[in-house]
Nanobody
Framework: VQLQASGGGLVQAGGSLRLSCTAS????????MGWFRQAPGKEREFVAH????????YYADSVKGRFTISRDNAKNTVYLQMNSLKPEDTAVYYC???????????????WGQGTLVTVSS
């Protein structure tokens, strides 16, 4: 599975962005998908997870109620809608694919290249 993330950019605090991650290669719908982020000088952390069917989602406490993960298996794409953005959301955001359900990055088999989100105060 090859993953291509896009949609990052510069936004003011309180604004919104939608990230997309498009997959090619093996059957996208077989994989659960996750979004992770890595801020400068920090470790990569879990943001959100969605099951292969889209019927189950899970969020980090820091983004719960502000971010929404979704997927369109017909388009081989997973999305991360980010609302009410804060400066502390500034990071490189990565999408990843796993055959299992997990919040742990070591359980993910395939990774996209990352897209930078910068939130100004």
């Amino acid at each position: 599975v090859q993953l291509q993330a896009s949609g990052g950019g510069l936004v003011q605090a309180g604004g919104s962005l939608r990230l997309s991650c498009t997959a090619s290669g093996r059957t996208f719908s077989s994989y659960a998908m996750g979004w992770f982020r890595q801020a400068p000088g920090k470790e990569r952390e879990f943001v959100a997870h969605i099951s292969w069917s889209g019927g189950s989602t899970y969020y980090a406490d820091s983004v719960k109620g502000r971010f929404t993960i979704s997927r369109d298996n017909a388009k081989n794409t997973v999305y991360l809608q980010m609302n009410s953005l804060k400066p502390e959301d500034t990071a490189v955001y990565y999408c990843a694919a796993t055959l299992g359900g997990s919040i742990y990055l070591t359980k993910y088999d395939y990774w996209g290249q990352g897209t930078l989100v910068t939130v100004s105060s």
